[in-house]
């Protein structure tokens, strides 16, 4: 596609519940990032993969998340047992492997998943 | 403790002035520096990148400065329009090869006719 898509747009779910949040970077993306981000702050880094693997996962607030990114491409972020605080836009992100100087780092944002847990 | 800080309030000025946004930053040695455009609803969006070794980055009417002695870094928009209106995010990275990207909390900029 065009874009970094991200699925479901919104999801509300209630305490306690099983959540699953899924990227689709920009086809040839090497590296894929999840942030979570709530109302009036920045984002927040939760992990990052470089391919198939977790390049840094030290953003990940407990171990009721997890994400894979199984074939390199496509993110799935997990949360179990969701609670109240877990509520937030949960954005993902994604790198090319070029991109020339000025735009090294830069990310692709996709438009979130709005993630409310009542 | 590490942090990044923005300007914390929101920013209203005229049409046709420059807006000036800071973000400062502390326990940090950023390799490079990046701001960010942030629509409601939105996804953030790159605007310019500027490393530990530049002092100044320009692009169209946007200018980014860093001070690696003051820990600071400044990000103007000339000749301001409504269309600016928006949250500017700033991020830092702390790998010269890349990695997390850390962001402030963001600076809200309301640009009025």
């Not at chain 2, 209203?12 to 807006?19: C, D, F, L, V, Y």
């Amino acid at each position: 596609g065009a874009g970094v898509s991200q699925t479901p747009s919104n999801k509300v779910t209630e305490k306690g519940k099983y959540v699953e949040l899924r990227c689709d970077p920009i086809s040839g993306h090497t590296a894929l990032y999840w942030y979570r981000q709530s109302l009036g702050q920045g984002p927040e880094f939760l992990i990052y993969f470089q391919g198939t693997g977790a390049a840094d996962d030290s953003g990940l607030p407990n171990d009721r998340f997890f994400a894979v990114r199984p074939e390199g491409s496509v993110s799935t972020l997990k949360i179990q047992r969701t609670e109240r605080g877990d509520s937030a836009v949960y954005l993902c992100a994604s790198i090319p492997s070029g991109g020339g100087r000025d735009r090294t780092g830069e990310l692709f944002f996709g438009e979130g998943s709005r993630l409310t847990v009542l | 403790s590490q942090k990044i800080e923005q300007n914390s309030e929101a920013l209203n000025i005229q049409e046709g002035k420059t807006a000036t946004l800071t973000c400062n930053y502390t326990n940090y040695s950023p390799a490079y520096l990046q701001w960010y455009r942030q629509d409601p609803g939105r996804g953030p969006v790159f605007l310019l990148l500027i490393r530990e070794n530049e002092k100044e980055k320009r692009k169209e009417r946007l200018k980014v400065t860093f001070d690696t002695t003051l820990k600071q870094s400044l990000f103007h928009i000339t000749a301001s329009q409504p269309a600016d209106s928006a949250t500017y995010l700033c991020a830092l990275v702390t790998s010269p090869i890349g990695g997390k990207l850390i962001f402030g909390q963001g600076t809200e900029l309301s640009v009025k006719p």
